[in-house]
C-alpha cells in the first residue's frame, strides 16, 4: 500500500477558526494532490505540491510537503461553513499512471 | 471549469442482473478512471484507462467488471452478475495525461444492488 499511518479523522470547529489537516505516506510521490469531497459530489482538486515544493499556496489554502519524513498537509485559514467536506489527499506511483487516495478527513465548519 | 458527466445519478437492481454505468469525461481527456465509494469510507481505485486499454487494476476490478469507451462515447463500467456488495458510489474521473496530474470526476452514480 502507498498508505503508512492512517490519517482518518473527524474535525468539529467554529466559523473563522484555521484548521490543519496532515497526511503521510510511504514511497515516493512526484506531487502530493489535495482533493475536497462535498456531500453528495465526487472529489475535486482545491491544491496541488510538486516534489520539489516545500510550500504551496492558494487563496485561503496552504500546503507543504517534507519529502524527508513523507509528510503533507493542508491548512485553511479563516475558515467558513462552505468549507465543511472530507479532505483527501493523494500521491502518485512511480510509474505515474495513477494516484492513491488517502482515507480522508471529514471537516465540519460550524457557522 | 471542465465536467464529468456521469449517467445515471441512482441505479437499483435485483442481485444477478447486468449494470452499465457511464461515464462523459472531459472532452480532449485521454485517461479515465473508475473508483468505488462506500459511503463513509475511502475512494478506492478500480480501473484506469488509456488508449483503449485497460492499464492497472486493483483487485477490486473483480472478473465480473469490464470498462470500455467505444468510438469515443461514454467510458462504461460494466457489472455482469452483480452482487451486494457491489452497492457504493461509482465514480468516474478524467485526466489529460497520467496519474500525476489533475483528475476531473463526476458526480456519481449510487448503485443499490437489492
Known amino acids: 500500500s502507498q498508505w503508512g499511518e492512517e490519517n482518518l479523522q473527524a474535525l468539529s470547529i467554529q466559523e473563522g477558526e484555521d484548521v490543519t489537516m496532515n497526511c503521510s505516506y510511504k514511497?515516493?510521490?512526484?506531487?502530493v494532490q489535495w482533493y475536497r469531497q462535498k456531500s453528495g459530489k465526487g472529489p475535486a482538486l482545491i491544491i496541488l505540491?510538486?516534489?520539489?515544493?516545500r510550500e504551496k499556496r492558494s487563496g485561503r489554502l496552504r500546503a507543504t510537503l517534507d519529502t524527508s519524513s513523507q509528510s503533507s498537509s493542508l491548512s485553511i485559514t479563516g475558515t467558513l461553513a462552505t468549507d465543511t467536506a472530507v479532505y483527501f489527499c493523494?500521491?502518485?506511483?512511480?510509474?505515474?499512471?495513477?494516484?492513491?487516495f488517502g482515507d480522508g478527513t471529514q471537516l465540519v465548519v460550524k457557522p | 471549469g471542465p465536467k464529468v458527466l456521469q449517467i445515471p445519478s441512482h441505479q437499483i437492481i435485483d442481485m444477478g442482473q447486468m449494470v452499465t454505468l457511464n461515464c462523459d469525461p472531459v472532452?480532449?481527456?485521454?485517461?479515465f478512471y473508475w473508483y468505488k465509494q462506500i459511503l463513509g469510507q475511502q475512494m478506492e481505485f478500480l480501473v484506469n484507462?488509456?488508449?483503449?486499454?485497460?492499464?492497472?487494476k486493483s483487485k477490486l476490478f473483480k472478473d465480473q467488471f469490464s470498462v470500455e469507451r467505444p468510438d469515443g462515447s461514454y467510458f462504461t463500467l460494466k457489472i455482469q452478475p452483480t452482487a451486494l456488495e457491489d452497492s457504493a458510489v461509482y465514480f468516474c474521473a478524467s485526466s489529460f495525461t497520467g496519474g500525476n496530474y489533475e483528475q476531473y470526476f463526476g458526480p456519481g452514480t449510487r448503485l443499490t444492488v437489492l
Open positions: 472532452s480532449n481527456h485521454l485517461y
Open positions: 493523494a500521491t502518485d506511483d512511480s510509474n505515474n499512471n495513477r494516484i492513491f
Open positions: 514511497t515516493y510521490t512526484t506531487v
Open positions: 484507462f488509456y488508449n483503449g486499454k485497460v492499464m492497472e
Open positions: 505540491i510538486r516534489s520539489n515544493e
